[in-house]
């Protein structure tokens, strides 16, 4: 097996992680930061590499569309898209999950407008989290690359058939090189078990897809997807346990925990961020801090049973979250604290809206948050519950 | 770790360059990461890019605001744009100039090396493309990354005729700085 490491583009080493998942169809159309991706799944087509259909077409809206035709027919399909090509998308969505459809695409997530801005957040992502996708989001571009091909051997399992996003943090991971081990074709194809839908169009046995839900129905319909989405908890760790066996990573679980044994203050996020919480954790750690932190991998299905489990024992829990809904708060710390409702476990709760729009998250900014944290600790109660991190001294009432 | 910020102007390869000596610093056994100044870039108009090397894994995505290399590609710059932004004071400059250190407007703390990058690759080149010239002059300065590692991945990236003659630019900008 190769385990070559080599110095790559993020964008790229997901497009040779596809050209090994061999897609039967690719439909997709350009938008920064994603680009990169099909731009390249592009050129290995045309140079006879890959043996994709590529459809160009002339929006988002088109391209999950032939996505979910392709994909109704059997075929393997993949799309990549960002933002506001994701907004397009978004009927096409629920179609997809709906129809049961194991589409897998890229989200090189950036920010949505207005006003306009082509940096990294997670809006893009976090605003179709009810469109009935499995969400997934890598902390580096190994983890993107590895998570887009695992993403098939999820989506297309049969207790799941559930379309699947893998979310990578634009530029901050897309356009960033580094090195990366790219499973060989071989390899990647003895991985993924073949895609053989149960259903499919096909002329020789006609079924119809996409009918009328009628009231008598529909609900079952978003029960079994509702279902599903349940399925692929057990699903997603079991894929991730296989691959992180044949191929020597060590990516298991729905979370990852980050020193959190006797940890009294726990960071919580995904994505890239995570790199700069682990390493303030290690210095924080120095200073003689119980600080820990948990990465999520999994958005889609509900990482927050094993939240819970990782965070008991924990005085308070900070929620770095680069999203925010107006007039509520960040996602991932409203689903979690939904969570902690009904469950034993009960730390003091504080949500840090962060790295919006491409604002960069630097130690010092993650080192105000777990000082805030400790503050809360300090006092037994949170003053604030959510907080703007970094926001322009004019608008800070702290 | 070591964090590498290069100035440029769009068009004259400093992402390249950034690419290049991760690429390299990778092939010489350390870990590296290499990235674009995330912008709308535009031929002509000043430009950065960053790279870090390390011994250790690189977990650090933010960007970087205390380089202990800044590479200038273009004098023009130097009115523009403030290249001294958090140099450590330990660090080193490489400016790309027909001037000599002493009459260079930077002020600094830094070590200061200037090189006529573009004399090099006109010469050799018959363009002014002056990247590759920076960085054999980064690998002589710094020893951070061999010339050997420099030379295989320019010629991997631009294989034929223009590979070798970049390799040949990396090698006499090295010795230029090394004399």
Known sequence: MSNQEEVMEGSHAVAHAIKGADPEVIAAYPITPQTHIVEKLSQFVADGELDSEYVKV???FSAMSSCVGSSATGARTYTATSSQGLLLMNEVLYNASGLRLPIVMGVANRALGAPINIWNDHSDSIGVRDAGWIQLYA???????????????????????????????????????????IPEREEIQDFLSPYEPEHKLDPENPETF??????RDYTEFRYQQFDAMDNATDVIKQ???????????????????????????????????????KETVDSLREEGKKI????????????????IEAIKGSDVIAVLDKNVSIGKKGALFTELKDELYSSDVNPLAKNFI???GGRDVPEDSVKKIA???????????????????????????? | MREIRIHGRGGQGSVTAAELLAESAFEDGLQAQAFPAFGVERRGAPVKAFARLSEEKIRRRSQIYTPNYVIIQDPTLLGTVDVTEGIQDDGLMIVNTSEDKESVDIETQADLITIDATEIALDILGKPIMNTALLG??????????????????????PGKIGEKNAEVMKKAKKVVEE
């Open chain 1, 210 to 215: 996409g009918t009328v839900g009628f009231p």
């Open chain 1, 58 to 60: 002339e929006s988002e």
């Open chain 1, 371 to 398: 000082k805030k944290a400790e503050k809360a600790k300090e006092h037994g109660r949170v003053k604030k519950e959510i907080e703007f991190i970094d926001l322009k001294e004019v608008y800070d009432n702290d």
């Open chain 1, 239 to 277: 894929v991730f346990d296989e691959y992180s066996d044949k191929f020597g990573r060590e990516q298991r679980g729905l979370i990852e925990e980050y020193r959190t044994e006797d940890a009294d203050i726990v960071l919580i996020s995904l994505g890239s961020i995570m790199g700069v919480v």
């Open chain 1, 354 to 356: 962060v790295g919006l």
């Open chain 1, 139 to 181: 902390e580096t571009n190994q983890e993107a690359l590895d998570m887009s091909i695992q993403a098939y051997e999820i989506a297309e399992n049969q207790d799941v058939m559930l379309p699947t996003m893998v979310c990578m943090d634009g530029y901050i991971l897309t356009h960033t090189y580094e090195p990366v081990s």
């Open chain 1, 292 to 307: 820990g932190a948990i990465k999520v991998r999994a958005f889609r299905p509900s990482p927050a049973q094993e939240l």
């Open chain 2, 137 to 158: 002059a980064f690998s002589g300065a710094t020893g951070e990354v061999s010339l050997e590692a420099m030379q295989r991945r320019v010629q991997k990236r631009f």
